[in-house]
């Protein structure tokens, strides 16, 4: 028998796509001489050889698709990753509601201490801003009506409603229950509380919430939340070697937070003129009562309505789930830091997780750092004393030990669409959090950030002054060909510098490209040349001109620049009173020079 | 590494008797006879002027664009269906059957008949094709309908 092997490697199949598999199937075919029409292309072998060709290399493209897409750094589809990243231990965010800071009176309330119950919740216009924990304090004095002080800016509302999702166990080990919702339904990924009926003792117990059941012993009553590959929330029992495990017939109530999203943003005062509302679903009171282990005096029904709730500050801006991209960034970092604080960048990685609905930004500084960039700053522009600043002692004294070369300092930015620092409930908060992965010698100080403000300026003298602002405009002259109106132009160029500077997410140390904004102003339709110039000197600047400076301490802290420049981490830059940029823009029409038309 | 034998069937027909030979399309069973071998079945094949029709039968069965490795091929006869019944357009099919027919170095073309049927609304095409290897003629006619929008080989 005339035998020959296969003229192909092993793994030679890898090299094929449809054309080359095409050619060596006609190859082999010509070699053995039986067929001949598969050297023409109308023949019904040709037709043949081209289906299983292209069919190979189609199953071959897929192949590689799904090859790919188990690899941790190549793929793209959200699933994949989340099950890729499952293997490391990290949970991917989910959706994060919006959450404000209040403040509260009583008012016709007798003296006592009260509790607010959780879940209670103020509505306002379509949705509602929820309590997710019992809130006590105390109406001290007589008066008609009083500002409770232990409370207001301490603690937070979170926006949405609670829903009580109800689940009978079946007493397997490590028992996994996904809250099946509707897919509109939007969850707060730190707000399902899991309450447990035991059968044998009827007695409701709140189980807590924890990052890894692998830590906890056969009694504690803990569960793990993860957000999965199909976006729904899957909750993990024990199984009695760690974490405890369900009985069969247990029942389950579990509370998550309903969020409406991005619509549920308020600004400031928004929660004025509301009313607290009295929360109730099937099992709730029976938990409350069962739970209430201090004998807290809950509000009676009546009172509800003596209290009186404000804002001072907008609602922190609503958070979606974690991308690929996200889960990318974060997932090795989280691994790398095993769940423990111990360096500057496991207190980024582990503060960005857990606080990225109040947060748009953080960085993280040794004690060491703080003094030789962040105070030393203040001192060059001429404060004797630094650590009497406003910011600087008001977290010295509020979260700060007396001992001070131990400290982190973690320099954060709101997410809120206003130039605020972070509330005093949303520090403790971080603070709070922290504690149990750092290091005990370490003391994390939340710091604020130091805003910084730009707008258009020429530099005349030496010493720049604010004066320079109101005297400084933006000339543009137009094309003598363009159609287009100057509003149309001037809403251009205020886009371009809002997405620059006041975006809805600022960024701490972040660099300004003058050149960037120069040149996309430039490639505005209708633009010949833009320069700034100042109004009384007659003194020109090609292109930008910016000033930037600190509106706290305007007369030490402020430059004029057309260079690009970087910040310090502890710098956030907006642009100044960009709303009115319009009063600034001074168009130029080159075709009749003589005639400038001041919008 | 395993092994294929490729050449069984090469040694049997070596002695062949044939010039073309090609799939036939119903991958139909057939009686084959080898040389000092038995009779036995095998799929069936179409041998010499069965096999050069095959090519060109494919030929008016397929758009251009329709083969991906060979996107080419193909003859685009149904787009004339959509203009008026005419001679001029009858003599454009012509020339379009004419241009394929490169494909297939075997054939050449001795007469292109398109003759319109106005009573059936389309044309009806009469190709003879001289095979120059074989030294034969052979007649492939086909009709084109606007009504049912097909090529029909007869």
């Not at chain 2, 179409?46 to 060109?56: L, T």
């Amino acid at each position: 028998m005339n035998t020959q092997s296969l003229e192909i490697n092993k793994d030679s199949y890898v090299s094929f796509d449809a054309t080359s598999l095409r050619d060596l199937i006609i190859n082999r075919l010509n070699k053995n001489a039986v067929f001949t029409d598969q050297n023409y292309v109308g023949s019904n072998i040709s037709n043949i050889i081209e289906i299983i060709s292209y069919s190979f290399s189609t199953l071959m493209f897929y192949l590689n698709k799904t090859s790919t897409e188990s690899m941790f750094t190549e793929t793209l589809l959200y699933e994949n990753m989340n099950r890729v990243v499952k293997m490391l231990g990290y949970n991917p965010l989910g959706n994060q509601t919006a959450s404000v800071s209040f403040n509260v009176a009583a008012k016709d309330l007798a003296t006592g201490s009260y509790t607010i119950p959780r879940y209670s919740y103020i509505s306002l216009g379509g949705f509602s801003y929820s309590f997710c924990r019992d809130i006590s304090f105390t109406k001290t004095t007589n008066l008609t009506l009083e500002n409770i002080e232990n409370i207001s800016n301490l603690y937070r509302l979170y926006q949405g409603k609670f829903i009580e999702y109800n689940y009978t166990a079946t007493g397997s080990s490590s028992e996994i229950l996904t809250l099946n919702v509707s897919a509109d339904t939007v969850i707060d990924h730190f707000n399902i509380d899991v309450y447990v009926r035991d059968v044998k003792t009827k007695i409701w117990r709140k189980w807590e919430r924890v990052d890894n059941l692998f830590l906890y012993n056969s009694r504690d009553e803990v569960y793990e939340v993860r957000f999965n590959e199909n976006k729904k929330y899957e909750i993990k029992f024990g199984d009695s070697v760690n974490g405890k495990k369900l009985n069969a017939s247990d029942y389950i109530a579990i509370y998550y937070l309903s969020s409406a999203g991005a619509t549920g943003e308020i600004g400031a005062a928004a929660l004025e003129d509301t009313f607290l509302s009295k929360y109730n679903s099937t099992n709730y009171t029976t938990i409350i009562n069962d739970t209430n282990s201090a004998n807290q005096y809950f509000l009676k029904d009546t009172n509800y309505s003596n209290l009186i709730f404000t804002n001072d500050s907008a609602s922190t801006l609503f958070a979606s789930f974690d991308t690929v991209e996200d889960i990318k960034n974060k997932a090795p970092k989280f691994y790398k830091s095993q769940n423990r604080l111990v360096t500057s960048q496991d207190y980024k990685t582990f503060i960005d997780s857990n606080f990225n609905n109040i947060l748009s930004d953080s960085v993280v500084k040794s004690n060491n750092d703080y003094l030789a960039s962040y105070i030393k700053y203040f001192y060059d522009i001429g404060l004797s004393s630094p650590h009497l600043e406003s910011r600087v002692l008001y977290n010295q004294v509020n979260f700060a030990n007396s001992c001070n070369f131990n400290n982190i300092y973690i320099f954060a930015l709101p997410r809120t669409k206003n130039r605020t620092y972070l509330m005093p409930s949303q520090k403790q908060s971080i603070i709070d959090t922290v504690l149990p992965y750092k290091t005990p010698t370490a003391d994390v100080i939340i710091a604020d950030p130091v805003y910084v403000a730009a707008d258009f300026a020429v530099k005349t003298t030496s010493t720049p002054t604010l004066q320079d602002i109101d005297n400084t405009e933006l000339c543009v002259e137009l094309d003598v060909y363009t159609r287009r109106s100057n509003e149309s132009i001037l809403a251009d160029i205020t886009a371009i510098l809002s997405s620059y500077f006041n975006k809805t997410v600022f960024s701490l140390g972040s660099t300004i490209n003058i050149y960037q904004i120069y040149s996309d102003i430039l490639n505005i339709d209708g633009i010949k040349r833009f320069y700034c110039r100042h109004k009384i000197t007659g003194a020109t600047a090609d292109g930008i001109s910016l000033m930037v400076w600190n509106p706290v301490y305007n007369n030490a802290d402020i430059t004029i620049t057309t260079q690009n420049f970087t910040l310090p981490y502890f710098k956030c830059i907006y642009f100044n009173n960009i709303e009115n940029i319009s009063n600034k823009v001074v168009f130029i029409n080159t075709a009749n020079l003589l005639q400038n038309i001041n919008l | 590494m395993g092994t294929i034998n490729f050449y069984q069937n090469a040694t049997e027909f070596s002695q062949r008797n044939y010039t073309y030979a090609d799939l036939r399309l119903d991958l139909a069973e057939d009686v084959i006879v080898a040389k000092n071998k038995k009779s036995k079945s095998d799929i069936a094949v179409d041998y010499d002027v069965s096999a050069v029709r095959n090519s060109i039968t494919n030929m008016f069965g397929t758009r251009k664009g329709q083969r991906p490795l060979e996107p080419t091929f193909g003859i685009n006869l149904d787009q004339y269906l959509f203009e008026p019944i005419s001679t001029f357009i009858a003599q454009q099919i012509g020339e379009e059957i004419k241009s394929t027919l490169k494909f297939d170095d075997r054939v050449a073309p001795l007469r292109i008949d398109v003759t319109v049927l106005a009573s059936e609304d389309g044309y009806r095409v009469d190709l003879l094709l001289y095979i120059s290897s074989l030294g034969v003629n052979t007649l492939i006619s086909a009709n084109l309908s606007r009504l049912t929008r097909e090529i029909t080989i007869l």
